[in-house]
């Protein structure tokens, strides 16, 4: 008998990479099984680390943030987005104690990130322009707020211990705004899909020769991670809460508190890569950002028939 093929998965703790996390949980619980394939989950601090080990190798695939995955498909690396992981759901908080009242008292100021790279920043520069506020890094003298990168998980120990109140706040992923408010480090400005509704962020994607040699694998598991979405419908029963604290090593408030926040979507259908609004996110960060040098063919670089497979009375 064949040996099962081990699918090795890079990811964060953030609830953006939730459906990873039920999925393992589920499969250890042998509430689910996989009969083509294992999986290695492996937690990583930072988007750099995530981008290293798939560039290397190391990884089969990852949960990652899409202009990330455009920029190493851009500069060359085979790789397919098979779908998304979740829609919206990120925050934008400012300091405690920082007298920040509108967007303009973010000038002059330093707001932390989790990569140049992310949904996070394209969203934090659309709210800075609103106000006519220029982002940018610290080397840009034409910034009147710039961006500091951060590991998430260190965001809020980075406003607390900043006691010149240099720092205007941070725009992550869930569960780290929601973490900062609770211990009263951070106050809310705005959810992500005040922004953009309905937003993608993450991403699975997996190395294009993995997806030839184990295709029925890949499938089974974009099957599995499809059936975990929908019991993600609200209500949240008290089996995935407990899950999802274990998977985010966070208290039951936070995770309480970001699920039954609906702004946060796992909806099947909307898992459906949608290839304008890549394009959107391609053109905002090339044209009016800088930050994407290359020209990305998005449709090359997705592959949906996983999904589209795992949704057959979709109405996408």
Known sequence: MKERPCIRIGHLKIVDHLLLGLTTLQLKNKESHLDHCTIDPLVMNSWDQISEALTNKEIDGALMTA?????LFASGLDIRLLMFTHRSGSMIVKKTGANIKTIADFKGKTVLIPSELSIQNMLLHRLLSTATLNLGSHDDHNADVTWEVVNPYLMSEMLASDTDNDIAGFAAEEPYGSEAILNGIAQKVCTSDNLWNNHPCCSFVVNASVLEDNATAITELIDLFVQTAKSLKHPINDNILAN????????KQVVQNILMNHSMKFDPTL?????EALETIANYMKDSMGILSKKVDIKKLVADTFILNSIPDNSH
Request: hydrophobic share 50%; proline share 11%.
């Open 67 to 71: 202009p990330l995955a455009m920029d």
């Open 244 to 251: 999802a604290q274990t998977f985010l090593c966070q208290k």
């Open 271 to 275: 898992l459906i890569p949608d290839i």
